[in-house]
Every structure is written in C-alpha cells, then in structure tokens.
C-alpha cells in the first residue's frame, strides 16, 4: 500500500514568491496589482509599569506632504480606566473609539461593573476584522480594571498583541528601539513617563509624519491623569536677531534717481459761464464737454 510522500524541505519556503510573480506578471489569468504601502503617520506607544499603565502620543496630523494641525489629541477617551491611542486616518481613529467608548459605557451598565479592558479590545479587533483593513485604525489601547494592568495594540486588520510595552505608527520603529534598550520590569511612575517621552522623541525626530508636542496619559488603579503637552520640544521662540538693516548696509554702484510724481495740466475749453451775459447758468457737472472728457481720460 502505497502512502503519500509530504517533502518538508529544511529552511524558509518560497514558493509562493513565484505564484505572487506569475499572478502580477502579464500572462497571468487577470493581471494583479500589488497593494500600495500606505503610511499611517503619528507615533503612539504604551509601556507597564509599577503601578499602572503609562501612554503617549505625539500631537501632528498631515494630510499628505501638507501639516494639517500641529496640536491634535491622539488619546482617545474609552472609559474612566481605560484610554486608546490612535494611528492612521484621524476620522476612521475618532469615531472607532467614540463607538468603542459608547458601547463599553453600555457594556458597564448592563453588567454593573467597571469593564474590562480586554472587553473594549475584543470589540475593537471584532469591528476592525469585519472591514479587512478598510477602517485605517491602528490603535494601542491600555488601562487598568480589577485584574491589573494591560496593555495591548490593535493593527487595521484587526490582529492583536498583548505586551508589556507596545509602540505603533509610521515612527513606530524609533520609538521601539529606545523601549527595547532601556525598558525593565518595575519602573516607577517618574521613570515610565521618562521613557515615554524619549520613545515618542525618537518618532518626532525621525519620522516625518510624527512631530510638535508630546501628550502623555498615566492610568493607575485609582486615577487617571492626562498630560497634554507634557513635553514641547518644538516650541516656537522669538527671533534672536532682527534682520532689518541700516541704511548703507548694502553696496551700490551707481545712484539714478527717477521723478515719478506727474505733473498734469488740464484745461477747460468752453466755460460754463460767459462773463457780461446776465442771468446765465453755469453748466451743470453732468454737462461736460467733449474735449474736457477727452482730457479727462487721459489722466
């Protein structure tokens, strides 16, 4: 009796490098083309720290090459103990959590007890799953609820992780590179929004989409504090030089002076009145003559 043979060859398999290439590729049954890269801008992150959960956000929305509003808030309210931070398209960002929000608040009150984030996290990969990436909302959502404190990043396409400390945006990959060198288990409070700003610094100086402020939000098991602005490491300050130069400043080769002001001459031919003539009229404004007109145009 024969059996049937499965090769599993040792190392990566290509082989679906060649098909990706035979359906883009003219003699394919419908010629495909590939999907676009499609940069989500912003840079979000989240760590754990001792005590709570700690986010950040940096505050640039673009619209293309163009900066659109330099101050925008990109941490999104879900409910007192939990707070969502959004990438991608702002409307899509907004109004996903403005849902998300309005349903866990639903969700509290049928339930009677304060929710839980993995709650709002289910409800938000469900939501984002059924549009296959459509909804452009990339999202790290944390905060604390009886169990502890969680931390957790939602992609488009609705795939999620649960890590103790998450970045995600187009300066996602700066802003990792500073969490993976300097992050550890226990930080304190002031440590947490420390490494916070630094990693949402590395996206504003490294990636062109993210930029101007930095916002932090820390979540604790009794508050939740919101720090708009926190950090503004590209504050506006006066100009230290004044560039108005003294008369003289520049050289000159030669000095031309040109009369602008013309002087004009206008004379009335046939006055409105005749001298020695009693009980003569003067010609009324809408009376004048064609040569007055004439010289009148000719101003």
Same mark, same amino acid.
Not at 82 to 92: L, N, V
């Given at each position: 009796?024969? %059996? ?19 359906? %883009? ?5 419908? !010629?495909?083309?590939?999907? !676009? ?14 005590? @709570?959960? *700690?986010?950040?956000?940096? %505050? ?8 659109? /509003?330099?101050? *925008? ?10 707070? *969502? *931070? ?12 403005? #849902?998300?929000? $309005? ?5 509290? #009150?049928? &339930? ?6 993995? &709650?709002?996290? &289910?409800?938000?990969? +469900? ?14 959502? @944390? ?9 957790? &990043? ?39 929004? /420390?490494?916070?700003? +630094? ?42 030089? $004044? ?26 031919? @046939?006055? @409105? ?10 010609? %009324?404004?809408? +009376? ?12």
């Amino acid at each position: 009796m024969s %059996t049937p043979q499965i090769s599993n060859p040792i190392g990566f398999d290509f082989s679906n490098h060649l098909r990706n290439a035979y359906l %883009t590729s003219a003699a394919g049954p419908s !010629k495909l083309s590939l999907p !676009k890269a499609t940069s989500t801008g912003t840079t979000i992150v989240g760590l754990i720290y001792d005590g @709570g959960v *700690c986010l950040g956000a940096d %505050t640039r929305a673009t619209e293309g090459p163009i900066v659109a /509003d330099k101050n *925008c808030e990109k941490i999104h309210f879900i409910s007192d103990n939990i707070r *969502c *931070c959004g990438a991608g398209t702002a409307a899509d960002t907004e109004f996903v959590t403005a #849902l998300i929000s $309005s349903n866990i608040g639903l969700h509290a #009150l049928s &339930t009677g007890r304060q929710p839980r984030i993995v &709650t709002a996290m &289910t409800m938000l990969k +469900q939501h984002l799953y059924k549009y296959q990436g459509h909804v452009g909302a990339a999202l790290v959502i @944390g905060g604390v609820d009886p169990t502890g404190p969680h931390l957790f &990043t939602v992609a488009p396409h609705g795939s999620t992780d649960k890590l103790p400390y998450v970045t995600m945006g187009s300066g996602s990959l700066a802003a990792m590179s500073v969490f993976e060198s300097k992050w550890r288990p226990k930080l304190s409070r002031a440590e947490a929004i /420390d490494l916070v700003v +630094q990693a949402i610094y590395a996206g504003i100086f490294n990636d062109l989409g993210s930029g101007s402020n930095c916002d932090v939000c820390v979540i604790e098991k009794e508050r939740t504090e919101m720090l708009r602005n926190y950090a503004m490491p590209n504050e506006r300050v006066p100009k230290e030089l $004044s560039y108005k130069m003294r008369r003289g400043t520049t050289a000159w080769i030669k000095h031309d002076l040109r009369k602008l002001i013309v002087d004009e001459t206008v004379t009335h031919i @046939g006055s @409105g009145t005749v001298e020695g003539q009693a009980g003569t009229k003067p010609a %009324t404004s809408g +009376q004048a003559t064609g040569a007055e007109e004439d010289v009148e145009m000719g101003k």
